[in-house]
């Protein structure tokens, strides 16, 4: 246990008002540097929307929807599993085995993709109604590579709570990618737009990488590397892999999947109806996508942070964690809700231009599945934290069945693209409450046998 974890373990045992109000305290300022990060990241991606519908069209914005949903579904598969082990095991040894095992993943994952890319590009652009992809086709591995390896980073950083680090990373991604956005749209077509995701991710991996203090002299090499050490270290990671091999073996389904009901719905849209159809939908996406993001980034990472570290203390109070949690963020998200809904027919045409107009509609559709994503994605890091992975798993095939099924019934039965949003969105909404239960039933179960002694 480090020193930030002890000091913790006493302020919350301590009975006094005083103490706890320090505690209080000082979980507040880990969230609200997250947040900042957030907020100059998004933020940017936000403001610089309005200059992105006038240097690009709607067809550009459905390509990048494409690359987006592909890139994400196989950048979650990528490190297998590893990533969401990492804020677990309690000694740092156990941990950093796992890191290394899910950058081993995400570089082999990635040049797999980079081959099926390359030899399926012209199946790919005609499947998703995106001929970009028979040219740029390696943009998509070199997305996932970015993708996947700050997943990894990203825990790393919860893990030791680094979250200053964690702010810059949210801060770098955003200003990356609205600088390549921006750069690049003097070029003409989508280039800009779906190397931005790559770029924003890399920039933010650079950006957060740690810095080492300055190193002592050595000693001898005799006692640096003592006999044996690497087998000592190949027994660590074999002890690992047996001990956490529910992540790979589950998680990793786990994590595909529910990124599949994120994305499988703008995959199927453009498909169906080609993706210059989904370039309104895409523009509602990033505009509604930021502000959920700023809150929901920085309130996920403190759940890895500080609901990992009540977990791991093995001493309850993991529900009233929960429960502090979901109370703001439901008042937040009931509010942004009304101002969707009431805002986006007047707001959209003015700020984005009359081109733009049908990205209201979409908007007005969405908004309450986004009001409950707010809610539910943030705890449901939770349910992984408490290796109910077979949960996790049974509720994202769910996900996945109940959106995907709104999309392609609604849209056999000859519905138009808006009808098919609405479907999508109620289905969403019915999956995001059951989340909500499993969650909150997992962090009671996971309190009862410390109250019942």
């Avoid at 305290?25 to 403001?47: D, E, H, K, M, T």
């Avoid at 077509?189 to 002299?217: D, I, K």
């Amino acid at each position: 246990m480090t020193t930030t974890e002890s000091s913790d373990v006493v302020q919350a045992s301590d009975p006094r008002p005083g103490a706890r109000r320090r505690l209080r305290a000082r979980l507040a300022r880990p969230a609200s540097r997250v947040l900042l990060g957030s907020v100059i990241g998004q933020g940017a991606v936000l403001a610089a929307s309005p200059l992105i519908t006038r240097f690009y069209r709607p067809g550009d914005l459905g390509a990048l929807a494409v690359v987006t949903a592909l890139s994400s579904v196989v950048g979650a598969v990528a490190p297998l599993g590893w990533d969401r082990a990492v804020v677990v095991p309690r000694a740092e040894g156990a941990a950093r085995a796992v890191v290394l095992l899910a950058v081993v993943s995400v570089v082999t994952i990635s040049a797999i993709a980079g081959v099926v890319a390359y030899a399926g590009r012209h199946v790919w652009a005609e499947a998703t109604g995106t001929p970009l992809l028979v040219d740029a086709w390696w943009v998509c591995p070199v997305t996932v590579l970015a993708v996947a390896l700050q997943r990894v980073v990203t825990s790393s950083l919860a893990r030791r709570r680094d979250y200053v680090a964690l702010g810059r990373r949210s801060a770098l991604q955003g200003l990356g990618q609205v600088a390549c956005n921006l750069a690049l749209a003097p070029l003409g077509g989508s280039w800009g737009l779906v190397l931005g995701l790559a770029v924003g991710r890399a920039t933010a991996l650079v950006g957060t990488r740690r810095r080492h203090a300055p190193r002592r002299s050595r000693p001898p090499r005799a006692t640096v590397r003592p006999p044996g050490r690497r087998r000592v270290r190949g027994r660590l990671v074999v002890a690992v892999v047996s001990r956490y091999r529910r992540f790979p073996l589950v998680s990793t389904w786990s994590g595909l999947i529910n990124v599949m009901g994120q994305q499988a719905p703008l995959l199927l849209l453009a498909a169906l109806h080609g993706s210059p159809a989904i370039g309104a939908l895409a523009l509602t996406m990033r505009v509604l996508g930021s502000p959920v993001g700023i809150v929901a980034d920085a309130v996920a990472l403190q759940v890895d942070g500080q609901t990992g570290a009540i977990v791991r203390r093995r001493a309850g109070g993991v529900e009233a964690s929960v429960r502090r949690v979901l109370l703001p963020l439901a008042a937040l998200a009931v509010v942004g809700l009304v101002a969707c809904v009431l805002g986006a027919p007047v707001v959209f045409p003015v700020v984005f231009g009359e081109a733009w107009s049908g990205a209201a509609t979409s908007a007005m559709l969405l908004a309450p599945a986004f009001a409950a994503q707010l809610v539910a994605s943030p705890v449901s890091r939770l349910l992984p934290l408490l290796e109910r992975q077979g949960t996790q798993l049974a509720w994202d095939v769910v996900r996945l069945v109940a959106t995907s099924g709104a999309i392609v019934g609604s849209s056999l039965a000859g519905a138009t693209v808006t009808t098919s949003i609405a479907v999508w969105s109620t289905a969403s909404v019915v999956s995001y409450a059951v989340m909500l239960w499993l969650v909150v039933r997992a962090a009671r179960c996971a309190d009862r046998p410390r109250a019942a002694h």
